[in-house]
Every structure is written in C-alpha cells, then in structure tokens.
C-alpha cells in the first residue's frame, strides 16, 4: 500500500522567508510524528500528533516553529523567518503502534 | 530520560566478511529499540525491532540484533557483508509505549569494500 509521503522533496528558500512542508501519512495511522535531520545533530524529534489530543509540541526549536494536522490525517509544518540554521532534512513519520513509517523527508535549504 | 550511543561513528569492512555496529542504550523503561537503515537519498527503513519479546530479534537483509539487559546493549550483526549494505545505520529508543517520540542515535556509517 502506499506509504507516508511528503512535498516537495526539495526546497531552496531564502532568509526570512516562511515555508510550508506537508506530510500525508498512512492511511488509518493515528500517530503523526516530525523529525529533523542536520549535519552535526542527527535526527531529532520536533513534534508528534495522537488522535485529536493536544500534540507534544516539546521537541520544537523555537517559536517560528509550528505544525497542524487537519482532520486527523495530513499534517503542515511551518517554519516562519527562516534561519539559515534551519536548513535540514525533515522526515514524517506515521504510526499505528511500536513501528514508526519514515517518508522520504523535505530537504530545506535557507540560502 | 532515555538515551542511545552508537559506539563507532564510521565501521569499515571488506565484502564477505562479518558486520558489527555497537549500541548502547540508558532507559528508565523497559525499553523497545530499533535498527534503522538509510541508504543515500533514501528514506529511513526499519531493519529490525525488539519490544520485550526473544532477545535475539532476526532482521531483513540477514541483519540481527540481541538485546542484553546486563550490558544495556543491542549491537546489530550481520554474518557476511553485501555491496549493497553500504548505508547510514541507526540505533534507536523509545519507552516501550505505542505513540512516543523515538531517541535517535548518531549514526553509524557502514562502508563496503570490495
């Protein structure tokens, strides 16, 4: 069946400038995760979704960072005044249990 | 607060012969933890995963791990490397529930020579 995916794959943006990144996770997934992915910090956890609880927004970097997930299915990350130290790869993740389902990420680049 | 170390940033080795990328983990939890592979350009796949049930938990690709407590230790083996096993291996935690965020580790490169 079709997995998680994510647009656009790539995204060139300048300094300042917001972006939006879009996840579509599995079908009948409950769970809804964003990491990011950087040279020297690994992958990261930035937020997760769970039904229609509050989402654990702990991971987050700061406040130009947020994300939605309408209708408890496709989910947005926004990034507001991006910062060069933005620039990453930021995967989806979706999950029904124990196993998380990786897309295969945005790669921002704030120049 | 749980934690990974993935003990070698960079393992070489030459086709054919045995693969060992080292894991340790800290949990409060009784823990559930994960081998995932990424390949260049690709996304992160699951290789393998264990979750309180056999500690010696068989893998895709002829990958496996074993799961010891005493050491706090889930080292990823495999018999005979492949070409194609060339990736970004990492080691991973989460606190045994269903719906938590994963802890990553750094990251282990594994190159394959011919």
């Known amino acids: 069946g079709a997995g998680v995916s994510q647009s656009p794959s790539n995204k060139v943006t300048e300094k300042g400038k917001d972006v939006e990144l879009r996840c579509d996770p599995i079908?009948?997934?409950?769970?809804l995760y964003w990491y990011r992915q950087s040279l020297g910090q690994g992958l990261e956890f930035l937020i997760y979704?769970?039904?229609?609880?509050?989402?654990?927004k702990s991971g987050l970097p700061s406040d130009r960072f947020s994300a939605e997930r309408t209708g408890g299915s496709v989910s947005t990350l926004t990034i507001q005044r991006t910062q060069q130290e933005d620039s990453a790869v930021y995967l989806c993740?979706?999950?029904?249990?124990?196993?998380?389902?990786f897309g295969p990420g945005t790669r921002l680049t704030v120049t | 607060a749980q934690s990974v170390t993935q003990l070698d940033s960079h393992v070489s080795v030459s086709e054919g012969t045995p693969v060992l990328l080292r894991c340790n983990y800290s949990?409060?939890?009784?823990?559930?933890l994960f081998w995932y592979v990424q390949h260049p350009n690709k996304g992160l796949q699951l290789l393998l995963k264990?979750?309180?049930?056999?500690?010696l938990v068989k893998g895709i690709n002829g990958f496996e791990a074993e799961f010891k407590k005493s050491e706090t230790s889930f080292h990823l083996t495999k018999p005979s490397a492949h070409m194609s096993d060339a990736a970004e291996y990492f080691c991973?935690?989460?606190?045994?529930?269903?719906?938590?965020?994963?802890?990553f580790g750094k990251g282990t490169t594994l190159s394959v020579s011919s």
């Open positions: 993740a979706s999950s029904s249990g124990y196993e998380q389902y």
């Open positions: 079908s009948g997934h409950t769970a």
């Open positions: 979704f769970q039904g229609n609880s509050a989402p654990d």
């Open positions: 949990s409060s939890y009784s823990p559930s």
């Open positions: 264990y979750t309180s049930a056999a500690t």
């Open positions: 991973v935690v989460n606190n045994n529930q269903a719906g938590t965020a994963l802890i």
